[in-house]
């Protein structure tokens, strides 16, 4: 190496640009050779001087400055026409591919080549799966959308063929319309408060039936009435019962069944406004000591103060109850 | 292994930007916007170091982006929109340093912030030395003498070492930016530095 050279690598070296190779060829060229040991440290002491020199950050109002005039200068030019757009889209487009012209055309074998190997192989496989597909043909049924399969029951495929037999349970969501009088409806709102797992559900379904019930239309006791028992004793949520509650009022007095219901809620309701909605609706029956005798258990031992002194205001109020 | 990562990484950190790009170029401005937002302070940080004046730099800084504007659906993704913006500062830089080397031919005399000159060589004291200079000129007289010793180089050795020396740019990025090989890039570098020793060398 002779010393030219080595003082350009000198200069590629200090900036970090030299390769390994040559970094090494010009170490052992320095070791021997004073004049370039000397260039490199003219260098060095170059860049520290240089350094004297530092880029600064633009100060703020600089940029402040240039910001403003820059935003009234492009808010005075017109806006670019739809067509000026065009054409330089399409003149970028155009250079694109002129820029490019091998590897479109590459591009167009390449994709020509795929088409046709995906032609092929789609007919062999289809070729090779025909007579099977005849079969199943034969026996498939249509088959119904995944999101209306509830559950797979069974699955069994018949021996020596590719013929499977799946049992599935179907869930088509329906819909209905009709009068609250109407029996359908009326089943499917018991069933409703009686198995959604919807709170809002039970809650809508049994204030319906409730109000049923409070204006007597049609509230058997094997119907409606049992609904609202099931659900006054069972529901978890304490505004469905309230309601359940409230369609039973009227038939205390009349149906031994939802009294003892509603005795059942002021003794066991964990939920105090029920228990105090059930001291209110018990209304007084002669013949049925047990009123009386849930009346006093309540004003005895309800751990809520006000359900004790609403119960001995009811017993002391209403002598009649036996 | 990592080299792709980074790249990919590089690609990740790039997208945001081409959106921007894209919008820019079907005519948002609010796009634009954020590019330069984006860029800004590296332009003016350029052009305030090179041209050592507030006033050039914000010269450059407006005529740089009203060009990148203009300009915007030519940029085809081919390079970094930072190489194609600093192509375009750098442009306007280069005209800038011609423009004064006809002006103020040889002068050791640059501009401070306020626009009022300094005269170097009247303020630096005669008992210099090479070896310590941190120790027997104070740091900004210093500068300025470097300064003026850069005002000496053509405006491209002047541009390369700029771009090499303070912005610690690739010389094949700068060849890009210059429009020019690396190869180039590397002989103006060396000539450049070989220049400025020579300057520097009489304050021995």
């Not at chain 1, 409606?224 to 069972?234: C, F, G, H, Q, S």
């Not at chain 1, 013949?287 to 004790?308: G, K």
């Not at chain 2, 500062?89 to 000159?117: I, P, Y």
Request: glycine share 4%.
């Amino acid at each position: 190496m002779n010393c030219e050279l080595a003082h350009e690598r000198i200069v590629t070296a200090a900036y970090g640009e030299l390769p390994d190779e040559q970094m090494h060829e010009l170490e052992r060229h320095m070791t021997g050779c004073p004049d370039c040991a000397l260039e490199r440290e003219q260098l060095r002491a170059l860049k520290i001087l240089a350094d004297a020199h530092p880029v600064m950050e633009p100060p703020a109002n600089l940029v402040a400055r240039s910001r403003l005039r820059l935003e009234e200068a492009l808010d005075a030019l017109p806006p670019k026409r739809w067509y000026e757009r065009l054409t330089q889209r399409m003149v970028n487009n155009f250079a694109s591919v002129q820029a490019a012209p091998v590897a479109a055309c590459l591009l167009l074998v390449v994709g020509a080549g795929a088409g046709i190997l995906g032609g092929y192989e789609f007919a062999q496989s289809r070729a090779a799966h025909a007579a099977t597909l005849a079969r199943s043909a034969a026996v498939a049924q249509p088959t119904p959308p995944a999101a209306e399969i509830a559950s797979i029951s069974s699955i069994v495929r018949q021996p020596n063929s590719e013929i499977v037999d799946v049992s599935y349970n179907q869930v088509v969501p329906q819909h209905m319309q009709g009068s609250l009088d109407d029996p359908k409806i009326r089943e499917l709102l018991m069933l409703a408060s009686e198995n959604s797992a919807s709170p809002l559900v039970r809650d809508d379904s049994v204030g319906l039936l409730a109000a049923e019930c409070r204006a007597g239309h049609g509230c058997q006791a094997a119907g409606i009435r049992d609904a609202l028992m099931v659900v006054l004793r069972y529901d978890k949520n304490a505004g469905v019962r309230q309601k359940a509650l409230e369609g039973l009022e009227p038939y205390v007095a009349v149906d031994q069944r939802v009294r003892d219901a509603v005795l059942e809620a002021l003794l066991n309701d964990s939920d105090p406004r029920i228990r105090t909605e059930a001291v209110n609706v018990l209304q007084p029956v002669e013949a049925d000591t047990s009123v009386r005798q849930v009346l006093h258990t309540v004003a005895n031992s309800d751990q809520n103060p006000h359900i004790r002194t609403v119960s001995r205001e009811v017993l002391s109020r209403v002598p009649e109850i036996q | 292994m990592n080299g792709g990562k980074s790249a990919q990484d590089r690609l990740q950190a790039r997208a945001p930007e081409m959106e921007l790009i894209r919008e820019a170029q079907a005519g948002s401005r609010s796009a634009f916007d954020a590019l330069v937002r984006q860029y800004e302070h590296q332009v003016l940080r350029l052009a305030l170091h090179l041209t050592g004046s507030e006033h050039d730099a914000e010269d450059i800084y407006q005529e740089a982006f009203l060009k990148a504007y203009r300009y915007i659906g030519n940029f085809r993704f081919e390079c970094s929109f930072y190489t194609w913006i600093y192509r375009i500062v750098t442009n306007l830089c280069l005209d800038q340093l011609r423009r004064r080397k006809t002006r103020r031919e040889d002068h050791a005399v640059v501009l401070d912030h306020s626009g009022d000159e300094i005269d170097l060589l009247a303020s630096v004291s005669d008992d210099r030395s090479f070896s310590n200079p941190a120790k027997e000129l104070d740091r900004k007289v210093l500068g300025a003498y470097i300064q003026a010793a850069l005002g000496k180089l053509t405006p491209r050795e002047r541009m390369v070492f700029e771009l090499k020396h303070y912005q610690g740019l690739r010389l094949r990025t700068i060849g890009e930016m210059l429009n020019t090989t690396e190869e180039t890039a590397k002989n103006t570098l060396f000539r450049a530095t070989k220049k400025l020793r020579t300057q520097l060398a009489e304050l021995r």
